[in-house]
T-cell receptor, first 115, second 116 residues
Framework: AQSVTQLGSHVSVSEGALVLLRCNYS??????LFWYVQYPNQGLQLLLK??????LVKGINGFEAEFKKSETSFHLTKPSAHMSDAAEYFC?????????????FGKGITLSVRP | GAVVSQHPSRVICKSGTSVKIECRSL??????MFWYRQFPKQSLMLMAT?????????EQGVEKDKFLINHASLTLSTLTVTSAHPEDSSFYIC????????????FGSGTRLTVV
């Protein structure tokens, strides 16, 4: 069984500050991990994904995440927050065992950026 | 890249009526489609998986007779909310699985359903 834990529901940072959104996963097989961003009343946009290649994954909009197997973590970071980063962020895991591999989402974290 | 077109984007319906949501894969064939539901300020919960040529697989607790899922062709999957009630108001999103190990999931843009 697979699961994702995103601790906390809301993170607030100042513009220009470091963004750190935490994600821990559980998977019975080597996982594929994803971070998505969702703006109000919109669908999901893929920020980045880990598919067993490099453990440090760079995504769009300056975001990156590091896969740490020993810690079962895949935390999302961005060195300097921008006002436009304010949104809902979801971490997700898949075991990718075929076409029917469902994606399991964490409960999401709301990121607020203060001027 | 792969695109899933989801319609309608917003729909308001009266209690007791049925609403159909369509997801079409525009430039690829999708033998499988995942259907998610998202309540305000909450995560996406998988409702069911549609499969072309066979019955949909529903997650535990999802009413099959209320949420009818049909995978009519390799490019079309539909979700019909039957006899809708206000508690069915939610954001519904479809997603096609990756078409290779290095690919990602392709999401529709979502449907905001409001039942009044």
């Amino acid at each position: 069984a697979q699961s994702v834990t995103q601790l906390g529901s809301h993170v607030s940072v100042s513009e220009g500050a470091l963004v750190l959104l935490r994600c821990n996963y559980s998977s019975s097989v080597p996982p594929y991990l994803f971070w998505y961003v969702q703006y109000p009343n919109q669908g999901l946009q893929l920020l980045l994904k880990y598919t067993s290649a490099a453990t440090l994954v760079k995504g769009i909009n300056g975001f990156e995440a590091e896969f740490k197997k020993s810690e079962t973590s895949f935390h999302l970071t961005k060195p300097s927050a921008h006002m436009s980063d304010a949104a809902e962020y979801f971490c997700a895991v898949s075991e990718m065992t075929g076409a029917n591999s469902k994606l399991t989402f964490g409960k999401g974290i709301t990121l607020s950026v203060r001027p | 890249g792969a695109v899933v077109s989801q319609h309608p984007s917003r729909v308001i319906c009266k209690s007791g009526t049925s609403v159909k949501i369509e997801c079409r894969s525009l430039d690829f064939q999708a033998t499988t489609m995942f259907w998610y539901r998202q309540f305000p300020k909450q995560s996406l919960m998988l409702m069911a998986t549609s499969n072309e040529g066979s019955k949909a697989t529903y997650e535990q607790g999802v009413e099959k007779d209320k949420f009818l899922i049909n995978h009519a062709s390799l490019t079309l999957s539909t979700l019909t909310v039957t006899s809708a009630h206000p508690e069915d108001s939610s954001f519904y999103i479809c997603s096609a699985p990756p078409r290779g190990r290095m690919k990602g999931y392709t999401f529709g843009s979502g449907t905001r359903l409001t039942v009044v």
